[in-house]
């Protein structure tokens, strides 16, 4: 079946500090991949996305390429800050899915630490 | 805009009490979903909807029930709650079908049941 995994946190890292979260996906086809963050108390918000093989996704400081060959979409931001702590989640959604529905990893948590 | 907005924020029931949780979106989406996270697990899909009157069951149903009568509204039914229903409840709605649409999240149920 389809399914997504992200490495397990909680992550714990120094302001500044380079930041990876590894998010690797199994899928029939060729899905969209997405990551998301949930900050303390909110709701999920869109952080990046990439359609298509090669594609690579960025806001806010946060680079993730779609890499078909390793079935791989880590997340990468060079230098974090405290108000970058929250919950990553990476997901995928099928392209032959009609209803849009999203398959989530079971999320990473990073701490940034001043 | 105010988005997709949830009530209540939180709530505890006791062991096979009802309730309904409250989604409402002003986005004119026509896709919406219910989804439950429970720690450590990422999210789990419960029921869909992809326009008024039409409704079907996600990943994890079992114990759930869910109406759509109007675009705005799509409320959750629990009855009979159980121990295993503790969890944060969250709904999504997104604007179609194609992979660029991002779901737009509320900001979660924290439901108890004891």
């Known amino acids: 079946g389809n399914s997504v995994t992200q490495m397990e946190g909680p992550v714990t890292l120094s302001e500044e500090a380079f930041l990876t979260i590894n998010c690797t996906y199994t899928?029939?086809?060729?899905?969209?991949l997405f990551w998301y963050v949930q900050y303390p108390g909110e709701g999920l918000q869109l952080l990046l996305k990439?359609?298509?093989?090669?594609d690579k996704g960025s806001n806010k400081g946060f680079e993730a390429t779609y890499r078909k060959e390793t079935t791989s979409f880590h997340l990468e931001k060079g230098s974090v800050q405290v108000s970058d702590s929250a919950v990553y989640f990476c997901?995928?959604?099928?392209?032959?899915?009609?209803?849009?529905?999203?398959?989530f990893g079971a999320g990473t948590q990073v701490v940034v630490t001043p | 805009n105010a988005g997709v907005t949830q009530t209540p924020k939180f709530r505890i029931l006791k062991i096979g009490q009802s309730m309904t949780l409250q989604c409402t979106q002003d986005?004119?989406?026509?896709?919406m979903y219910w989804y439950r996270q429970d720690p450590g697990m990422g999210l789990k899909l419960i029921y869909y909807s992809v326009g008024a009157g039409i409704t079907d069951k996600g990943e994890v149903p079992n114990g759930y029930n869910v109406s759509r009568s109007t675009t705005e509204d799509f409320p959750l039914r629990l009855e009979l709650a159980a121990p295993s229903q503790t969890s944060v409840y969250f709904c999504?709605?997104?604007?179609?079908?194609?992979?660029?649409?991002?779901?737009?999240f509320g900001p979660g149920t924290r439901l108890t049941v004891t």
């Open positions: 990439a359609t298509k093989a090669d």
């Open positions: 986005m004119n989406h026509n896709y």
């Open positions: 997901a995928l959604r099928l392209t032959t899915d009609s209803w849009g529905k999203l398959q």
């Open positions: 899928a029939t086809g060729y899905p969209s």
């Open positions: 999504a709605s997104s604007y179609g079908l194609a992979a660029s649409y991002e779901q737009y």
